[in-house]
């Protein structure tokens, strides 16, 4: 390609200056001199062109291929029934087709799911991969896609391009699902208290009613058949501080796209009101008010303590209205108002003098077996007669008293169970042996029946021993000398942490619970951890949101504890089993925006397709899948048939090669210049002879 180029060697409005004057003393000569007057004319004419610098300019121009943009839908929404493979198939199809199009280069886009819950972005991917693209050479637009994309631009000019878009839709028109949304989903609730869940089955295909299933903490606790597509309301009791795991499942269609989305969780943090103990203090002790002082000082506990100074027969003749002392509310405390307590603590209590009526030890061990808790604290008087070994009580105390009190310091250490128990691991001082904690000066020899010694003292003997009772808890600690750890003796002890753990395990906190499984997450990674104390943890069953298992071993961070950490690719509610124990985490949402619509849709991007002249297609038919004909055109407006898609090309070249050839200067310019002022010369010199 040639063209004309000028590079003046004056700036340009000198150039024009001298244009306008050079004109203007030509007109003056044509019209004082005659027409022998444009022969001067001509040589200034030429005189300007050198100045203007003309050049001829020869350009080697190559045409360039228009680009075309295969985006690959590869979001969650894509793996669901058959859609995968699908994909799978048109792409490799269209690489085939384009690779025989010499005039066009494909670039296909993979884009897998959205950041957090963005859902599918196809158009973001695709404006970030076209950034090095000049708009003229962009021919057409590919999405394979299920057709649920969440960035549709809301207009052509916000598209950016205007190239023919032309989606290629998996899925089935007929496609059958059912999925539970959720309506309304209490994040918090009271212990003891009933939250309402407001959720609808709905269902595509489907039969009208379905079973739904609710599991709390991966226990299944009710089963009603529901309609669907109509809101229903569901009273879940709050069984325990912290997490309460409520599931939602409904059985599946026959043919259903996915069971995904046939359940959802609901995690209702467990709130206690106030934490009620009663503490029942026999004789006074040194330590009696090591109890009350910690039990005071946490505020989420609401203390009601007795100490028994009177007991029955004491007779001195003191009149009763001159006494300050209150009768026991035995009655009222351990028959009419039992159950509102969490914890019962018998700090140094011996029955003796049968302050407690027998009767009423039935209705403890009965409050224990229903859920409830006792923590005795055992001093000399464990071994007495009125030890509360000797009631009815015997049947759910650890450990039986022999008779042998041992007066002499020791350190308390931790047994191999102890080590292992949240109650009692990592203690502050027990990593080193012997321990760094100060020495206690008594303990009470005892059998232990059942449950687990986690610490011992004197002579090996145990001296704290927890029991699990029916759906209650138990615990036994065989000294009464806690108290010289709160005092600082011979350097103190971490009494608070001991004694803390120990009420909150009795009141069944999650975190200290001995057999626990439980995951986190951040990112892709997923943490789990695994509490036993069994000298091994069982494997992991990790279930992902599209119902592929794995198998994860776990490997021993300390005594007790066992972790594992995994990277999962797909967002959503991951499950996690290790016998009879349950964990959720999820990956962004518990219920994504992916899973939200399952069904392949050819409608949503249909109107940006209509405005750029593409089209909107399903691959699948009746006789398997087919892909349209690629088809390259110069000029349109609409770029589709109904067996054929079209891609708009243009006259794109990048130049590879430039060849200037002056006009002006040189030999050339010089010839013209002389040539004009002979030509004039000669002119004048006959008309002057003549």
Do not use: C
């Not at 969780?265 to 009663?278: H, N, P, Y």
């Not at 005071?296 to 300050?324: C, M, W, Y």
């Amino acid at each position: 390609m040639i063209s004309l180029n000028f590079s003046p060697l004056v700036p340009e409005y000198a150039l024009w200056a001298l244009g306008v004057i050079t004109a203007l003393l030509a007109v003056v000569a044509v019209i004082s001199r005659g027409a022998l007057a444009l022969i001067r004319a001509l040589a200034l004419a030429l005189v300007l062109l050198a100045l203007a610098n003309p050049s001829l300019v020869q350009e080697e121009r190559e045409k360039v291929k228009g680009i075309v943009a295969i985006v690959v839908d590869r979001s969650t929404s894509q793996t669901l029934g058959d859609r995968s493979a699908m994909t799978d198939r048109v792409r490799d199809e269209l690489q085939r087709r384009f690779g025989s199009l010499t005039d066009i280069e494909p670039r296909f886009i993979d884009v897998p799911d959205g950041q957090g819950d963005d859902g599918t972005r196809l158009f973001t991917a695709l404006s970030n991969s076209l950034v090095d693209v000049p708009p003229d050479r962009l021919a057409g637009i590919v999405m394979i896609t299920d057709g649920v994309v969440h960035d549709i631009p809301a207009s052509l000019e916000a598209l950016g391009f205007k190239a023919p878009l032309h989606a290629l839709i998996t899925g089935h028109p007929d496609e059958r699902d059912r999925q539970i949304k959720l309506i309304e989903a209490p994040r918090f609730g009271i212990v003891g208290k009933e939250q309402t869940i407001r959720a609808e089955v709905q269902e595509r295909g489907g039969t009208g009613s379905a079973m739904l299933i609710v599991r709390r903490d991966g226990q299944v606790f009710a089963q009603q058949r529901i309609r669907t597509d109509t809101p229903f309301s569901l009273a879940v009791k709050i069984d325990h501080g912290g997490p309460n795991v409520i599931e939602l499942e409904v059985e599946g269609l026959p043919n259903e796209l996915t069971l995904t989305n046939n359940r959802a969780v609901i995690t209702v943090e467990g709130i206690r009101e106030k934490l009620r103990v009663l503490l029942v203090s026999g004789e006074p002790h040194a330590g009696e008010r090591t109890w009350r002082n910690l039990l005071k000082s946490d505020a989420n506990v609401d203390l009601v303590h007795f100490t028994i100074l009177r007991p029955p027969e004491k007779q001195d003749g003191t009149p009763i209205n001159e006494l300050s002392l209150i009768a026991f509310p035995y009655r009222e405390l351990f028959q009419n108002k039992i159950k509102e307590f969490d914890l019962i603590i018998f700090d140094r209590y011996a029955n003796q003098s049968a302050v407690l009526p027998a009767g009423y030890f039935d209705n403890i061990a009965r409050y224990v077996a229903e859920g409830g808790a006792v923590l005795i604290a055992a001093g000399p008087e464990f071994t007495s007669y009125g030890s509360l070994a000797q009631t009815s009580l015997a049947s759910i105390i650890p450990g039986r008293p022999d008779g042998r009190i041992l007066e002499e310091p020791y350190k308390a250490r931790l047994t191999s169970p102890g080590m292992r128990h949240p109650v009692t691991r990592d203690l502050p001082g027990s990593e080193t042996n012997p321990p760094t904690w100060g020495e206690w000066l008594r303990i009470i020899g005892a059998q232990v029946q059942s449950g687990s010694t986690l610490m011992s003292g004197a002579g090996d003997l145990p001296l704290l021993v927890l029991r699990r009772e029916e759906k209650g808890r138990v615990a036994l600690l065989l000294s009464d000398h806690a108290w010289l750890w709160a005092r600082g003796y011979r350097e103190g002890g971490p009494h608070l942490d001991l004694l803390r753990r120990l009420a909150h395990w009795l009141m069944k906190e999650p975190a200290l619970e001995e057999e626990a499984l439980r995951a986190s997450s951040r990112g892709q990674t997923i943490r789990i951890e695994r509490q036993t104390m069994q000298d091994l943890a069982d494997p992991v069953t990790l279930t992902a949101p599209s119902g592929t298992q794995r198998s994860l071993q776990l490997s021993p961070e300390r005594p007790g504890l066992f972790s594992a950490s995994v990277e999962s690719p797909e967002l959503g509610l991951h499950t996690l089993r290790s016998g009879n124990l349950v964990a959720f985490v999820s990956l962004g949402p518990a219920n994504p925006r992916e899973l939200a619509d399952v069904f392949s849709n050819t409608e949503l991007l249909r109107p940006v397709a209509t405005a750029t002249g593409g089209s909107v297609r399903r691959v699948a038919d009746g006789n398997g899948i087919t892909v349209p004909r690629l088809v390259t055109m110069r000029s349109g407006s609409r770029f589709a048939g109904s067996d054929w898609i079209g891609f708009k090309m243009s006259d794109s070249a990048v130049v590879r090669g430039v060849s200037v050839f002056p006009v002006a200067l040189g030999f050339l310019g010089l010839v013209l210049l002389l040539g004009s002022t002979l030509a004039a010369w000669v002119i004048e010199g006959r008309r002057r002879s003549s």
